[in-house]
T-cell receptor
Framework: DAEITQSPRHKITETGRQVTLACHQT?????MFWYRQDLGHGLRLIHY???????NKGEVSDGYSVSRSNTEDLPLTLESAASSQTSVYFC????????????FGPGTRLLVL | QQQVKQSPQSLIVQKGGISIINCAYE??????FPWYQQFPGKGPALLIA?????SEKKEGRFTISFNKSAKQFSLHIMDSQPGDSATYFC????????????FGSGTQLTVLP
């Protein structure tokens, strides 16, 4: 069965360190998204991609970057982790033509000390 | 700027009761309105969705009511069950162009046995 996976599921890091969160989907979807989830804010879009070599900034992109070298993966990098980036991160994907239903991964819980 | 406002933040309902969650949007270009359900430790998953050309959509115990003139939509869960206890997010999207979902802040539903 097609799926979307994230790793690691839990991560503790220190302020200032670079952190990369992995997202891998086997749906063969062109659209991929990264969100962060914080209490009271719902899901906020960090970055998104509509295909290989395409990346776009979302609502809360400062301090984050992504790269898309193939269809299956969209890693999220925190350049210099800050305590404000402690959150739960979700990756999602959707079909390119319709693009309405997004399929979410299980999430990565990140703690920045 | 929060384009989709969701209320209440939390909701406690007795088993068999009706759960009602409300959302209001600002952007009149939105033309697809999904609801996502999220269980603890899991990613959100599509529950039900509606387009503005209909005023109501029902799937089992779940119903979306849509009021285009008021720019409001709501989720009704009939005969609520303890297994419905989860966080519910409303969302909105402009089909075709951006394919980006704008989420509400979420409602934590607890159904008491």
């Amino acid at each position: 069965d097609a799926e979307i996976t994230q790793s690691p599921r839990h991560k503790i890091t220190e302020t200032g360190r670079q952190v990369t969160l992995a997202c891998h989907q086997t749906w063969n979807h062109n659209n991929m998204f990264w969100y962060r989830q914080d209490l009271g804010h719902g899901l906020r879009l960090i970055h998104y991609s509509y295909g290989v070599q395409d990346t776009n900034k979302g609502e809360v992109s400062d301090g984050y970057s992504v790269s898309r070298s193939n269809t299956e993966d969209l890693p999220l990098t925190l350049e210099s982790a800050a305590s404000s980036q402690t959150s739960v991160y979700f990756c999602a994907s959707s079909e390119s033509r319709v693009g309405e239903t997004q399929y979410f991964g299980p999430g990565t819980r990140l703690l920045v000390l | 700027q929060q384009q989709v406002k969701q209320s209440p933040q939390s909701l406690i309902v007795q088993k068999g009761g009706i759960s009602i969650i409300n959302c209001a949007y600002e952007n009149t270009a939105f033309d697809y309105f999904p609801w996502y359900q999220q269980f603890p430790g899991k990613g959100p998953a599509l529950l039900i969705a509606i387009r503005p050309d209909v005023s109501e959509k029902k799937e089992g115990r779940f119903t979306i009511s849509f009021n285009k003139s008021a720019k409001q939509f709501s989720l009704h869960i009939m005969d609520s069950q303890p297994g419905d206890s989860a966080t519910y997010f409303c969302a909105a999207l402009v089909s075709g162009s951006a394919r980006q979902l704008t989420f509400g802040s979420g409602t934590q539903l607890t159904v008491l046995p």
